[in-house]
């Protein structure tokens, strides 16, 4: 069952996952840690489709996505609780998730391996209490800069407030940074990988007085 906030569509059917993967795919051809994953790898597409086909699963059955009526966007996030990528819940989603990252080539592999590692250790570093973590977010390109991205959150920052928990992402360009200070996130650490050289700010969102 579709439920729309403003053209909003919380929990997609799974017959929808593929296209909403297409868009996180087709969202981020120029994002610093895809580009540094598969950089001198050629024919490097089908092996991000199959990634993001598997993050939207395991995160319909992990936590909310949220999509646009035409389905031109989506936002993954995991629930309070379930941040972590323990054996159960990758079992849950027949582990998908690493089955894809194993099938990259073995550069982009053992990339992504390290990046993936380091940063959960931020994030279990920056914030210990169970939150909301927003995993992804895309709009597809020809749909950006219309604001769509600021509502599509709306709906899980509204879950959050209303429940007293704060939000957790992390993002790598500076431009991202000013989209979600202005969407109530703070930088609550700036880092770089080690070995990898990438640039990622941790940002956290706390809860909003509902009632005020």
């Not at 895809?34 to 059955?61: E, G, R």
């Not at 989603?93 to 982009?108: E, I």
Request: aromatic fraction near 14%; include cysteine.
């Amino acid at each position: 069952m579709k439920l729309f906030v403003d053209g909003v569509s919380t929990k997609p059917q799974l017959i929808h996952k593929n296209k909403i993967a297409e868009v996180f795919f087709a969202s981020m051809q120029d994002d610093p840690m895809y580009c540094y994953m598969f950089q001198d790898i050629n024919n490097h597409d089908k092996y991000l489709v199959a990634f993001w086909k598997a993050l939207v699963y395991y995160s319909i059955l992990n936590g909310e996505v949220y999509s646009t009526k035409d389905l031109n966007a989506g936002a993954c996030w995991l629930l309070p609780g379930k941040c972590s990528f323990t054996l159960s819940r990758l079992a849950l989603s027949n582990f998908q998730l690493p089955l894809a990252v194993f099938s990259f080539p073995s550069l982009a592999r053992n990339r992504a391996m390290g990046i993936f590692d380091y940063l959960d250790k931020v994030q279990r570093n920056c914030i210990t209490e169970p939150h909301y973590y927003l995993m992804a977010l895309g709009v597809s390109p020809h749909m950006q800069g219309k604001g769509i991205g600021s509502k599509l959150i709306q709906p899980g920052l509204m879950q959050a407030d209303s429940k007293g928990y704060k939000c957790y992402l992390e993002t790598e360009t500076e431009i991202n940074v000013k989209f979600y200070e202005k969407n109530g996130f703070h930088v609550e650490q700036e880092f770089i990988i080690p070995k990898h050289g990438l640039k990622y700010w941790a940002m956290i969102r706390n809860p909003k007085n509902i009632f005020q």
